[in-house]
């Protein structure tokens, strides 16, 4: 309910502390319901702590052992207070007994029985932990926090990931003026156009191939520059590894990790993105790597990630050769949240779906290898400047000026910002 658990076992433990320093006192004895308090939240501790422990067991599927060493110790304050209350429980009704028995004999004084032992009402203390309880869980089931974070992070150096960054750009050419800011290389207006060539008739055809084919070897080929973080990163749409055009009006950059389980249940909700905002709408993938062979920021591989270098290669390897190949290469490794494919599974897939002498001539690119690089430089630079409450990880967007982190995100709180972020409105 926006509150960290925390600040709830703050409370509960802080509780425990301050009556069980007084528990042994005249005073506090006197005062049942001081008694009443101490059981109850020694109660709601152990609890509390069996309920964490099964979210750890059947949500999470890993343990903290911090955090189990908290709740045993939860467990074990319960069971001290419980066998004290009961304890005093058992004194009271002795010495009840002793009291009717010394008011029954004839003569004797009602003053001269002893003292009632005063104690915790447990009837009232369970109700009260279980109800305590109760509302937790429904405050985490109802009410779940943002695991996500906006941010704009200022870069202290331009990151510059296009194939020609030394060379000057120039202004756009008004593609589109509520498009992001980009560089698109098309025929200038003094250009002939397609419909001004002269017309040739049969007995030209071999020689017009022949032309063209020479042409397209000329020609540029196609780029966009588009920037992001106030002009602090560039890429080049043409270059770079997409889902749907690379003019598309508005551009959104992902990093990601095919062996991430954040990144392949975010890829859900960039497929209805997709669905929602059309073809105004593409996504360049950066591939960023949570294995050690390629990537120096992680210290150690986790099994889960193993293989995650060579699947990124061969994903950017299948981008490079045919572009309009990478979607479906893109959906088949992230198809499955639970079971992502081995790296030899990746490499079958990519075969069936490009040529394959291409393929393995490439996969060893130094090209690729630079371009995973850069992408992990600039998740360096991202993770340098990153000063949110949360931890900076995978996935990793970058809408505009904002960059949103944690994989624990909605679609309709990702829309929700990307509409904030860019102005993109659903078809």
């Known amino acids: 309910?926006?509150?960290?658990?925390?600040?709830?076992?703050?409370?509960?433990y802080g509780t425990i502390l301050g009556l069980g320093l007084f528990a042994g006192s005249r005073n506090f004895n006197s005062i049942r319901w001081l008694g009443t308090i101490l059981a109850t939240a020694a109660l709601l501790a152990a609890l509390t702590g069996l309920w964490f422990?099964?979210?750890?067991?059947?949500?999470?599927?890993?343990?903290c052992y911090y955090c189990i060493g908290i709740h045993l110790c939860g467990l074990g304050i319960a069971a001290l207070v419980l066998w004290s209350a009961l304890g005093k429980q058992q004194h009271q009704l002795a010495a009840s007994r002793s009291h009717v028995s010394i008011a029954a004999i004839p003569g004797a004084r009602r003053s001269l029985g002893p003292r009632l032992a005063e104690g915790p009402s447990l009837l009232a203390a369970a109700p009260a932990a279980g109800a305590l309880l109760a509302v937790l869980i429904a405050a985490q089931v109802?009410?779940?926090p943002q695991t996500f974070e906006a941010s704009n992070p200022e870069l202290a150096d331009t990151i510059d990931m296009t194939a020609a960054a030394d060379v000057p750009t120039t202004e756009s050419d008004g593609l589109s003026p509520d498009a992001q800011p980009h560089v698109v290389n098309r025929p200038a207006a003094d250009e002939p156009a397609a419909s001004d060539e002269p017309i040739r008739d049969d007995n030209d055809t071999e020689q017009t191939a022949a032309e063209d084919e020479a042409a397209a070897d000329k020609a540029p080929a196609l780029s966009r520059e588009v920037s992001f973080l106030k002009g602090k990163?560039?890429?080049d749409t043409y270059n770079e590894a997409i889902l749907g055009s690379p003019d598309a009006k508005y551009i959104i950059v992902e990093m990601m990790d095919y062996s991430c389980p954040?990144?392949?249940?975010?890829?859900?909700?960039i497929r209805e993105a997709m669905e929602r905002y059309g073809d105004?709408?593409?996504?360049?993938?950066l591939p960023m790597p949570l294995e050690l062979e390629c990537n120096k920021l992680i210290q150690a591989t986790d099994p889960t990630h193993r293989g995650a270098c060579k699947i990124s290669r061969t994903a950017l390897t299948v981008a490079k050769i045919d572009p309009s190949k990478f979607l479906d290469f893109h959906n088949f490794l992230l198809a499955e949240v639970e079971k992502p494919p081995t790296t030899a599974q990746a490499v079958s897939r990519a075969f069936r779906l490009v040529d394959r002498q291409e393929l393995s001539k490439l996969r060893g690119n130094k090209e690729i290898d630079d371009r995973i690089q850069k992408?992990?430089?600039?998740y360096s630079a991202l993770l340098a400047q990153h000063r949110g409450e949360k931890s900076f990880?995978?996935?990793?967007?970058i809408v505009g000026d904002t960059v949103l982190t944690g994989g624990e995100i909605t679609s309709e709180e990702m829309f929700e910002a990307w509409e904030k972020a860019l102005g993109i409105k659903p078809l």
Do not use: S
Not at 280 to 285: E, K, N, P, S, T
């Open 1 to 12: 309910a926006g509150l960290p658990v925390a600040l709830g076992g703050l409370l509960c």
């Open 53 to 63: 422990t099964m979210l750890q067991i059947f949500v999470l599927g890993k343990f």
């Open 142 to 144: 109802m009410f779940p």
């Open 233 to 235: 990163f560039r890429l």
């Open 262 to 269: 954040h990144c392949r249940k975010m890829h859900a909700h």
């Open 280 to 285: 105004q709408l593409a996504v360049v993938i």
């Open 375 to 378: 992408n992990i430089r600039l």
């Open 393 to 397: 990880g995978l996935p990793v967007q």
